[in-house]
């Protein structure tokens, strides 16, 4: 208990309650309303996705730069396998769905493996892995979007709610949740962070490390493969042209959540908060009537700020 | 001494590494219940002789010997197995996660039932299990949960060797533990290197402090560029001997037994 | 918290800094200026992205109608020509609950569902510039005859090349209504005029992409003799790329006549521009909004003109130039 309250995860969360509170207060009635909270989760769902791969992959100091052109990569597969298949029935939708995830999870291997068993840095590996599913994005489509999908993928499950809370957003937080015990709970997870925090070390524990990264890396992957599905259901267009700063903004979310680059810190909870504080800026700004250019320097004040808060806090820690 | 067959015994260790020959042709024997010390100046072959011994990397030619047995160990699992810890120089220890983390890495105390075959980790356990050890050797930690980055030099020391006295049911190496320590906690490094001993199992010490060596070891092996020159007594030579030893102004006979 | 000082007043400063920053608001959102009767309408004017001065220019003609009326006009945007950079401004606009929005949609399908959203919570809604492929929620769409535009851009590029060669098109992307209708329009008038198209290419709304295509496609058509770039970045981009590739010879007309472009066309480097009317658009824009609030009747499609402008004519024709800022 005395872990969550002092983490950097609560310091960065109550940040996120502190700006909603200011924009509350500078805007009440648009700001502070269901629709609005409802249209932010939205619009983070899918990057909340991506984020929550980003944290593991970063927490054993690694990085992923493929995961928006994945991202897009997975959105095409799907959208071409099931306009293969023709119709609009559930079980179309469900291969999609499948093809989407399978697309994602062979980038991951792909990731992993080079950087697990060839020892190629992973910036390197992933920048390529970029421009070869953008690439095969482009090539596959012939740089047009797949603009016709099932329609009920779009109606029911895109737009559609539970509760009053959209599906999309729903499973952002499935994932989040699972993932975030995993990561903090299970043998899992604690390789994870231990390999980022000393790889030699889990090494010479008998623990078979590259097997874990590829996992890893693979988890990453089958993240932008879901990422892309919900990517689909929401625009109902593969947006080719689009999702070229995925990459930078999940890092970014990671590291505003308290992730370390270097490895062996972070937890999902700080990913979470660090996904919503550029979206309830960008929100919040354009409700406040802020202009527009404010708005990209502020995010990138949080994440300088983000990041010196919690060296600043960790060196206290150190003595 | 008793002039048993010993533990663990080392014949004729050959390993280069490209054109540099570390080891010519060691040899090496540690018995149970005794504090070895393994000693030689720098670019003699001590931490290549030990992690031959220990599947770091495994000798070119030579034999190994656990027990009477000859061996082959290849990977640092194997030579855990056996029964052999290691307390390496860099201390081997991941800063960012608690020391019961440490203690139990790789070896992990999982829930029962379903959540465990999930791969749930009983933490408290661990915890439990690992307070108990550090208190055995008087390791003194006060919050088990932080992190290892918030400790001092001794207490990460004393954590590395509890981990492999933990785990150690024959064979405890240990490369310069006291390299970077305060007096204080140097002091605390001896107690636990004899509770070890008094354990009953052999401990193979690396060091360049003599003053330390006379203090907690029982014999003292000589390596000079990469093969055993002496075999000694602290109780029979003096310090100076030692270093004679090692620089080759003073050969001693390499006697068989003890 | 008190217990760390450093971090509280950190954090407070930080606050403090959005609200200064809050409190710095949007200059361009014109007065509601005492002029005429009407209610205080609050409109906002959505543009496809941010930096463009086609769009900054709508915003200038937009907020001098706007004082007129005795409207407020905020002005918002995207980073770049994205849906899904597009969507949360549209999101955030909508939870202001504005009188009416004008809107330059990124995604003829993407955005429809935003849209919808805040024309069923009562905002008048004008598309300008691009539109929707179910564009019923409007009360307007305002764009120019961008078909009409495409075709002028062939005969002003066949009247420069001399009547026949190979010409070439850099288009945005596909799927956005008013490049694609332009470069409809110029290959049946480049085909009308006798010319030989021998393709496009996407510039996906970047210079540099543009000018890496245009120079790779002087590569594989070394006697190529004109280039049309269908809108400001297209355009901007295939001229670096023919200087850059020291291809003199090649004629090249644009769309749109922004600052950099009437440069190129000063310098020589383009030889003719399409210009629409962009402050047209936008005061027409918020005129429908306003006849639409006021209960009036609404003109479903207006089409506005374009020009030709040259070297030759470029001195008479400043009113149609874009302006970087108002």
């Known amino acids: 208990m005395k872990r969550l309250l002092t983490g950097s995860s609560t310091q960065i969360g109550l940040i996120l309650v502190g700006l909603i509170v200011i924009f509350s207060l500078l805007s009440f009635e648009s700001f502070f309303a269901v629709a609005n909270a409802r249209n932010i989760a ?68 792909f990731n ?33 979007d797949e603009r016709e999908v099932p329609f009920p993928l779009v109606s029911k499950f895109g737009i559609g709610r539970v509760l009053g809370i959209p599906y999309l957003v729903l499973v952002a937080l499935a994932v989040a949740i699972v993932l975030g015990i995993v990561l903090a709970q299970t043998r899992f997870g604690r390789y994870t962070y231990a390999i980022g925090s000393n790889e030699e070390a889990v090494r010479r524990s008998g623990v078979n490390v590259d097997r874990h990264l590829i996992k890893v890396y693979s988890l990453a992957g089958l993240l932008s493969g879901l990422a892309g599905f919900m990517n689909l259901a929401r625009f109902g267009t593969t947006t080719i042209g689009g999702h070229a700063t995925d990459n930078l903004n999940a890092i970014a979310a990671v590291v505003i959540g308290g992730t370390s680059l270097f490895g062996g810190i972070g937890t999902i909870l700080g990913t979470v908060f660090g996904v919503f504080i550029p979206a309830v800026l960008q929100n919040g700004f354009v409700i406040v ?25 960790r060196a206290r820690q150190r003595q | 001494m008793n002039a048993q067959q010993p533990l663990l015994e080392a014949r004729k260790i050959v390993k280069s590494f490209g054109s540099v020959r570390a080891l010519t042709g060691a040899n090496f024997s540690a018995y149970e219940g005794e504090v070895v010390a393994l000693v030689g100046d720098n670019g003699a072959g001590k931490s290549t002789l030990v992690k031959t011994l220990v599947g770091v990397h495994p000798p070119d030619s030579g034999e190994i010997l656990f027990e009477g047995r000859e061996v082959h160990i290849h990977t640092p699992q194997q030579a855990r197995e056996i029964g052999m810890e290691t ?24 829930r029962g039932g379903p959540l465990g075959r999930l791969g749930f980790l009983d933490k408290a356990a661990m915890r439990h299990r690992s307070e108990e050890a550090f208190s055995d050797l008087g390791v003194r930690i006060q919050d088990t949960a932080a992190p290892v980055a918030h400790m001092s030099g001794g207490q990460r020391q004393g954590i590395a060797i509890t981990r492999a006295v933990t785990w150690a049911s024959k064979v405890v190496f240990m490369d310069e533990p006291t390299a970077a320590l305060g007096v204080v906690q140097t002091r605390n490094v001896l107690d636990q290197i004899k509770r070890v001993r008094d354990q009953g199992l052999a401990v193979v010490l690396i060091s360049h402090n003599l003053p330390e060596i006379f203090e907690v070891a029982d014999r003292i092996e000589v390596l000079r560029l990469g093969e055993r020159v002496a075999r000694l007594r602290p109780s029979d030579v003096s310090m100076e001997d030692v270093v004679a030893a090692m620089t080759g102004a003073l050969t001693f006979h390499e006697e068989e037994g003890s | 918290m008190l217990k760390h000082p ?61 004082e007129e009326l005795g409207v407020t006009l905020d002005f918002q945007g995207p980073q770049e020509f994205d849906a899904a950079q597009q969507t949360p401004i549209v999101n955030a606009v909508a939870a202001k609950k504005p ?42 769409q305002i764009a120019s005859d961008n078909e009409a535009g495409g075709r002028t851009a062939a005969e002003a590029l066949a009247d ?23 470069e409809k329009g110029f290959v049946a008038g480049a085909k009308e005029a006798g010319l030989e198209y021998v393709g496009r290419e996407y510039s996906n709304d970047k210079p540099e992409e543009a000018a890496a295509k245009t120079k790779a496609a002087l590569q594989k058509h070394p006697d190529l003799k004109g280039i049309f770039g269908t809108n400001l970045f297209s355009a901007e981009g295939a001229a670096s790329g023919v200087r850059e590739a020291g291809a003199k010879d090649v004629k090249i007309v644009g769309f749109d006549a922004g600052p950099k472009q009437v440069k190129d066309l000063e310098d ?42 040259t070297k030759d004519n470029l001195a008479d024709s400043q009113d149609a130039l874009y302006k970087p800022s108002c």
Request: aromatic share 6%; with cysteine.
């Open chain 1, 42 to 109: 939205t619009d983070a769902a899918v990057l909340l996705v991506l984020a929550v791969g980003a944290t593991y992959v970063i927490v054993t100091a690694g990085i992923d730069l493929s995961v928006g052109a994945v991202l897009v990569f997975s959105g095409v597969v799907a959208a071409k396998v099931m306009n293969g298949l023709g119709g609009e029935s559930l079980g179309v939708i469900l291969v999609g769905l499948v093809a989407s995830l399978a697309a994602g999870l062979a980038w991951g291997l």
């Open chain 1, 112 to 144: 992993g493996f080079l950087v697990a068993k060839a020892k190629i840095p992973a910036f390197i590996v992933t920048l390529g892995s970029l421009g070869m599913a953008l690439g095969a994005a482009y090539l596959i489509t012939g740089g047009v």
């Open chain 1, 289 to 313: 009537g802020v202009q527009a250019f404010w708005q990209q320097v502020a995010v990138g004040a949080v994440l300088i700020a983000a990041v010196y808060l919690d060296q600043v806090r």
């Open chain 3, 99 to 140: 009188d009416a929005v004008l809107i330059a949609p990124t995604d003829t399908k993407a955005l429809y569902a935003p849209i919808k959203q805040m024309a069923d919570q009562g905002t008048k809604i004008v598309l300008v510039d691009t539109t929707l492929e179910q564009p019923d929620m409007a009360v307007s």
């Open chain 2, 87 to 110: 307390v390496y120089q860099d201390l081997a220890l991941a800063e960012e996660i608690d020391p019961a983390a440490n203690m139990f890495l790789g070896r992990e105390i999982l």
């Open chain 3, 6 to 66: 450093r971090l509280t007043l950190a954090a407070l400063c930080s606050a403090l800094a959005l609200v200064v920053a809050a409190c710095g608001e949007d200059d361009d959102s014109g007065g509601g200026s005492a002029s005429g009767g009407g209610k205080d309408y609050k409109m906002t004017l959505i543009a496809g992205v941010k930096g463009d001065e086609f769009y900054i220019t709508m915003n200038c003609g937009a907020q001098e109608k706007a």
């Open chain 3, 268 to 309: 020589g480097t383009v030889q003719a521009l399409i210009a629409q009317k962009p402050a047209d658009i936008g005061a027409q824009g918020v005129e429908q909004a306003f006849n639409a609030l006021e209960g009036k009747e609404t003109t479903p499609k207006i089409g506005t003109e374009s020009t030709t402008i």
């Open chain 3, 160 to 182: 420069l090349i001399g009547g026949s060669g190979k010409v070439f098109v850099v288009n945005v992307k596909p799927g956005i209504s008013t490049t694609d209708a332009r």
